[in-house]
């Protein structure tokens, strides 16, 4: 069997920083090359890292060539709420960045490529609840605009070029390692941030606002499973719905105050509300269940009990 040689654009995001180190145990960490657009932080630095533009078709290409790659997880991305602020650039990266990576798996003959869909590219008219795999899709966000697209390029590469790509629609992600940035759904992770610091938070959504919600670890699990799953189970090739809970910002605060029973929450909600507002609030996955073995591990109360107990030591080594 040949060696795989990995290469992840946009390692150094939420997702990206630790998904490399779940393909450090699958694969070695001399065989995974992180790359972004900015030095590493923290754990990035003890593997390979290099500075990497997706948006530069040439340099990309050298790389791959020069290391070999054979698996590219392309993670660099708009989020929803700074796609808006600028549309244009959001277009932009994430539309031709995704073209220049399904191009190089053309032009090196890639064994796999691993590309993020979201429930952004669902919208106002989609169904709200148990939203099926095939549905109405009419995003209002840019950000959802390319992830429709993105979906659709995806299915395209496969069908006429043999592109072996595949796909997940993730929910909001919340982790406590590295901070996302730019999202609709990072209320969700800075909650448990401002809980430990300041014991109170200021929610940009209503209380009330349900969206489907994933906990780090179940999203690394899902990304893995999919990508090493045989290629014949992989029926869907522009994106798979995968869920694990749903839950509101007043729900996750209760939470929280169990574990911090003087925690308050007020809510200011922003332009990210009508964003909320056209997506899911709950997600049917069961076609990734049946394809190739999706289940989730964590909810909304083991997720909490793990973030508050692990995050204080992270914050203390911050200080
Ligand atoms: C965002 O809020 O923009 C992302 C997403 C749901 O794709 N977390």
């Known amino acids: 069997m040949k060696t795989q ?12 920083s630790e998904l490399v180190q779940g393909l450090w145990k699958l694969y070695g960490k001399e065989n995974v090359f992180a790359t972004d657009i900015k030095d590493p932080q923290g754990i990035l630095s003890q593997g390979n890292f290099e500075i990497l533009d997706v948006l530069k078709q040439k340099h990309l290409f050298e790389f791959i060539q020069k290391n070999k790659i054979t698996q590219v997880y392309h993670l660099a991305a708009v989020l929803s709420a700074t796609g808006e602020k600028n549309p244009k650039f959001a277009w932009h990266l994430n539309m031709d960045g995704l073209v220049h990576v399904l191009d190089a798996a053309v032009e090196f ?30 995003p209002t966000t840019i950000y959802g605009i390319t992830k429709l697209a993105g979906e659709r390029w995806c299915d ?19 982790g406590y390692k590295t901070k996302p940035g730019g999202g609709t759904t990072d209320y969700a992770v800075d909650i448990f941030f401002k809980a ?15 969206l489907p919600m994933m906990y780090m670890d179940d999203a690394v699990k899902a990304t ?27 729900e996750i605060a209760g939470e929280i105050k169990k574990h911090i029973p003087e ?18 609030k709950s997600i049917d996955d069961s076609r990734a269940r049946q394809d190739w ?27």
Not at 159 to 173: A, Q
């Open 224 to 250: 893995l499973d999919l990508m090493e799953a045989p290629a014949a189970k992989v029926k869907t090739r522009s994106s798979y719905n995968i869920s694990a809970m749903s839950f509101s910002p007043s």
């Open 109 to 138: 003959k890639l064994d796999k490529v691993y590309w993020p869909s979201s429930i952004a590219a669902f919208g106002p008219t989609t169904p709200k609840h148990n939203t099926p795999q095939d549905t109405i899709m009419d």
């Open 196 to 210: 430990l610091t300041e014991k109170k938070f200021e929610c940009f959504l209503k209380p009330d606002t349900y």
């Open 263 to 280: 925690f308050t929450i007020s809510y200011n909600p922003d332009f990210r509300q009508a964003i909320a507002d056209s997506w899911p």
């Open 156 to 174: 395209w590469y496969f069908r006429n070029k043999g592109v072996d790509v595949r796909s997940l629609r993730y929910p909001g992600l919340i």
């Open 5 to 16: 040689k990995i290469l992840v654009i946009g390692a150094g995001g939420q997702l990206g």
């Open 293 to 319: 073995g999706w289940r989730h591990q964590f909810g909304l109360a083991e997720m909490t009990k793990e973030i508050l107990k692990h995050l204080p030591a992270l914050l203390a080594q911050e200080a």
